[in-house]
């Protein structure tokens, strides 16, 4: 099986290199190496242009990390889509163990890693998220129980052509993953290989400006595609007067106070309403009252 690592290039001239590193040296060698570079301005393109005569270079004009991967998912010649991020790191195993999983069990269309946190200068922090949750509401509602992180995921390439890519409206960064879950989700059996195979490097931290406005794209998409099922609709809902709830927060905070007053008692009115959540109605309620002091 022929792999196709995916790697959204922007400004990383301080990590590319391990991270490409990382790919090479892995135990699986049938793969091709695409870097989409999107409008990096720090010379990181030009770095990793001469490292090894698999990896295709391409450059596009910024577009954000969706648009990037989506050009190096549809340039790929392979069976399956391996997704790495500019600033994360692989086990060498990690590509062999997917194909081998994709292999023997043809109903899976996605296999997925744990994933190891590390900090900014690659050491490691202690912390293993699982794969797989399906405590973790979100994952048990959309994803199979699953917690994919990009960096983790092997995608078999005719999943991708039916689910469809990523979601570039969400522009520079956030959530056009959680965004794909669901809809690969509903298309192929998922698995998960129940090692840290995946190092994600803590490195960046969205504005939360950004942040915000991804979260409320993706609770529109989401009511779009799952909003006659009861049980997701109520949980969306209350994502929905929670993030009423933290943009209160974020605006007040940032001076606008009015307006900042206007989505906390939105955000309150949503909660004992529709969204039925005590709990995000006593958040929006304290905060609205300490506004006032």
Do not use: C, M
């Given at each position: 099986m022929r792999v196709s690592v995916v790697i959204p290039l922007y400004n990383a001239r301080d990590v590319i290199r391990?991270?490409?590193?990382?790919?090479?040296?892995?135990?699986?060698?049938?793969?091709?190496?695409?870097?989409?570079?999107?409008?990096?301005?720090?010379?990181?393109?030009?770095?990793?242009?001469?490292?090894?005569?698999?990896?295709?270079?391409?450059?596009?004009?910024?577009?954000?990390?969706?648009?990037?991967?989506?050009?190096?998912?549809?340039?790929?010649?392979?069976?399956?889509?391996?997704?790495?991020?500019?600033?994360?790191?692989?086990?060498?195993?990690?590509?062999?163990?997917?194909?081998?999983?994709?292999?023997?069990?043809?109903?899976?269309g996605m296999v997925i890693t744990d994933v190891a946190h590390i900090d900014r200068a690659g050491k490691p922090m202690g912390i293993v998220g699982a794969g797989y949750n399906p405590g973790e509401t979100f994952a048990r509602l959309f994803v199979q129980g699953y917690v994919p992180t990009p960096s983790a995921a092997m995608i078999r390439k005719k999943v991708l052509d039916v689910a469809g890519g990523f979601d570039e409206a969400f522009g520079s960064a956030g959530m056009d993953d959680h965004e794909l879950w669901p809809r690969i989700a509903a298309v192929c059996t998922i698995a998960n290989i129940a090692e840290p195979l995946t190092y994600h490097r803590n490195r960046e931290i969205k504005p939360a400006q950004i942040a915000l406005e991804h979260r409320a794209l993706l609770i529109e998409r989401l009511l779009k595609r799952f909003g006659d099922l009861p049980e997701q609709r109520q949980y969306l809902l209350r994502e929905q007067a929670l993030y009423c709830c933290d943009v209160g927060k974020h605006l007040i905070a940032s001076g606008r106070v009015s307006q900042g007053r206007t989505m906390l008692v939105k955000g309150l009115a949503l909660s004992l309403g529709r969204a039925r959540s005590v709990k995000t109605g006593w958040r929006c309620l304290s905060r609205l009252v300490r506004s006032y002091g």
């Open positions: 391990e991270t490409v590193r990382s790919v090479l040296g892995q135990t699986w060698q049938d793969f091709e190496l695409l870097v989409v570079d999107d409008g990096s301005s720090d010379g990181s393109g030009d770095l990793i242009k001469t490292l090894d005569p698999r990896l295709r270079y391409f450059r596009q004009e910024n577009a954000g990390v969706a648009a990037a991967r989506n050009r190096g998912i549809a340039e790929a010649k392979g069976e399956a889509i391996a997704l790495l991020d500019h600033d994360d790191l692989w086990h060498p195993a990690k590509l062999e163990r997917q194909v081998a999983v994709l292999a023997e069990r043809p109903e899976v």
